[in-house]
């Protein structure tokens, strides 16, 4: 099993800052992509940035060149968002891909983070 717990959510200013941390505990050993997902008031969940155990990422169109994705290995990811947009308002997920000696993955979620960008 593999646990996630985001945190850095909060209110935000348009054009400002934040950080979201995401801490996974468990089978880390196992963890190979990791992300970050979001969901809107009223919207599906959507792909916001995705890392993979080699460290590359890619980004939804909507935030590249304004978010980054990092890792420290398997245990704590990162999502620095900057110039933030009303638009960006939504709960922020981590998600986290395990692979068994199977071949088989599981995908992991955490209860996610609420960001508001508002004035």
């Known amino acids: 099993q593999v646990q996630l717990v985001e945190s850095g959510g909060g209110l935000v200013q348009p054009g400002g800052s934040l950080r979201l941390s995401c801490a996974a505990s468990?089978?880390?050993?196992?963890?190979?992509?990791m992300g970050w997902y979001r969901q809107a008031p009223g919207k599906q969940r959507e792909l916001v940035a995705v890392?993979?155990?080699?460290?590359?990422t890619s980004y939804a169109d909507s935030v590249k060149g304004r978010f980054t994705i990092s890792r420290d290995n398997a245990k704590n990811m990162y999502l620095q968002m900057n110039s933030l947009k009303p638009e960006d308002t939504a709960v922020y997920y981590c998600?986290?891909?395990?692979?068994?000696?199977?071949?088989?993955?599981?995908?992991?979620w955490g209860k996610g983070t609420l960001v508001t960008v508002s004035s």
């Open positions: 468990g089978s880390i050993f196992s963890i190979d992509n």
């Open positions: 998600n986290a891909v395990r692979v068994l000696s199977s071949g088989s993955r599981i995908n992991y």
């Open positions: 890392i993979t155990s080699g460290g590359s």
